[in-house]
């Protein structure tokens, strides 16, 4: 027979959030990117502090496109239109490139992670604007049809 291993469910609406925060903008680069998993995870367990702290972050990283693309899986478990805006808002401030193709194809996909009506806000905020290439609007229409938005 075999040996059951118990099972756990840790309540992201009542760990402390300090701690992780220290984590968050902590010397160690991998301890920070996990500090800023939990916080995306927290704040879409209805901890809004979490993903406002993850939305200044942001700002924070702004140069450093190697910290940002694990940034911006965080800001996607984000469910609210801020997050929405500040992803899509990276096609504005990244200039489409080829040192930075890859990063802006994260960051559609981290978009496509959204909550249901914060992708569609995104997406079509893409599809419309006419200050980003017509490349990238495109790619956001073909992503659009396949999430049948």
């Known amino acids: 027979m075999a040996r059951r ?19 968050a903008v902590g010397a160690d680069p991998q301890d920070a990117r996990q500090a800023w998993t939990i916080l995306g995870l927290m704040a879409r367990r209805d901890r809004p502090e ?3 702290f993850l939305l200044g972050l942001l700002q924070v990283h702004q140069h450093d496109l190697a910290q940002m693309t694990a940034l911006i899986d965080a800001v996607a478990l984000v469910p609210s239109a801020a997050a929405a805006e500040a992803l899509k808002n990276e096609f504005l401030r990244v200039p489409s490139s080829r040192s930075t193709r890859t990063y802006l194809n994260e960051v559609l996909r981290a978009i496509t992670h959204l909550s249901p009506p914060w992708v569609d806000q995104a997406l079509s905020g893409l599809m419309d604007d006419k200050r980003l290439s017509p490349k990238w609007r495109r790619r956001a229409e073909e992503v659009a049809w396949r999430l049948n938005l």
């Open 5 to 23: 291993i118990p099972s756990f469910e840790i309540d992201l609406g009542m760990l402390p959030i300090e701690p992780l925060l220290r984590r």
């Open 50 to 52: 979490a993903g406002i």
